[in-house]
């Protein structure tokens, strides 16, 4: 079977940390393993200059966008400026084909302004906000999320939210366990959900500077098959109910009940593509009441059944 072709966009004034993270990502991060086809594709011609003077020839032009599987714009120099008409055109007819388009940080910019993301959601950096809802009034920006995939549009929020939606696109084709890889590899989180805040007070927070929240947190990862209530966790910090739940919303940027589901699903995720455990044991494990409310959140969640991801993963027969 072919390898997923990705072609990354590069224009004049890129940015080296943006333009980056997906041939990082994409590109040969483990050694040995060849996970898609990369290409470089400039977006302008001629040679290419960052926004630090680095300079860059792309071997490819648009024209490799007619076949790719993925394209990623990873930045765009300037909100005030409309992209080329030809590069607009070369995405919506990759869309209309079937590709998956992605726009990374201010490369949302880039989706909007070729209408793709009219009456989609979308997430771009903070910062921009105002900027893009003026500009772009038909769009649904959601700011508050890492990123946001919708009709095979993938957006997301800035600078180092940019690894977490690649990362999710290596989930989605290869799984947890690859994806997991990579991240250790590149030494990041191994996940954080598209739908996690933007930590505008506190950008890419690991963890919290309150050692109680971390401590917790370390808890609650290596207890999730538990039963948790607010109050019990409140005096496990040591903190009043009310105290807790707002310290625990500013740290992970999600209440408590959607954390545990998030953990308790991609823990799932995990053993589903590395055990033979039936989806009863799974459930029990990873804290759900039972196989029932797995599946009912797992299909929520990623609009597959757990059988049919263990299938896609692990290609083999398991007893459910």
């Known amino acids: 079977m072919s390898l997923p072709t990705v072609a990354v966009v590069a224009f004049n004034h890129f940015s080296p940390f943006h333009f980056s ?54 930045f765009w120099r300037a909100p005030s400026e409309r992209p080329s008409q030809k590069l607009l055109d070369s995405l919506n007819q990759a869309h209309e084909r079937g590709a998956l388009i992605v726009g990374l940080c201010l490369g949302t910019y880039v989706l909007a302004y070729a209408g793709l993301l009219d009456n989609q959601r979308a997430s771009t950096h903070w910062e921009f906000e105002q900027d893009f809802v003026s500009r772009f009034p038909d769009v649904i920006l959601d700011t508050n ?10 957006t997301s929020a800035g600078t180092a939210a ?36 933007q930590f505008i007070e506190q950008p890419v927070p690991v963890s919290t500077q309150d050692a109680r929240i971390n401590q ?29 739940t707002r310290h625990f919303l500013k740290a992970t940027g999600e209440t408590v009940g959607d954390w545990l ?21 799974i459930a029990e494990l ?19 059944s757990p059988k049919e991801w263990r299938r896609n993963f692990r290609g083999e027969e398991v007893i459910l």
């Not at 999320?145 to 993938?154: K, P, Q, T």
Request: glycine fraction near 8%; hydrophobic fraction near 40%; aromatic fraction near 8%.
């Open 21 to 74: 993270v997906p041939c990082i990502v994409f590109g040969n991060v483990l050694a040995g393993t060849k996970l898609f086809d990369l290409r470089i594709c400039a977006g302008e011609e001629g040679q290419l200059h960052s926004d630090i003077g680095l300079q860059i020839q792309p071997d490819h032009g648009l024209d490799e966008l007619g076949s790719a599987d993925i394209i990623v714009i990873p």
């Open 145 to 154: 999320a890492l990123y946001i995939e919708s009709n095979r549009l993938i």
């Open 162 to 197: 940019g690894l977490d939606c690649c990362l999710h696109l290596v989930r989605q084709f290869y799984g947890s366990k690859t994806a997991n890889k990579i991240a250790r590899r590149l030494v990041v989180p191994p996940h954080r959900e598209g739908g996690q805040a």
């Open 216 to 244: 917790l947190l370390d808890y609650l990862g290596q207890n999730l098959n538990a039963h948790h209530d607010l109050d019990s966790l409140a005096a496990w910090v040591n903190m009043s109910r009310r105290s807790f």
């Open 261 to 281: 589901i998030a953990q308790r699903l991609r823990r799932s995720q995990l053993l589903l593509e590395t055990t033979s455990y039936s989806i009863e044991r």
């Open 286 to 304: 990873v804290g759900f009441q039972s196989a029932v409310s797995l599946r009912q959140h797992f299909k929520t969640k990623f609009e597959i």
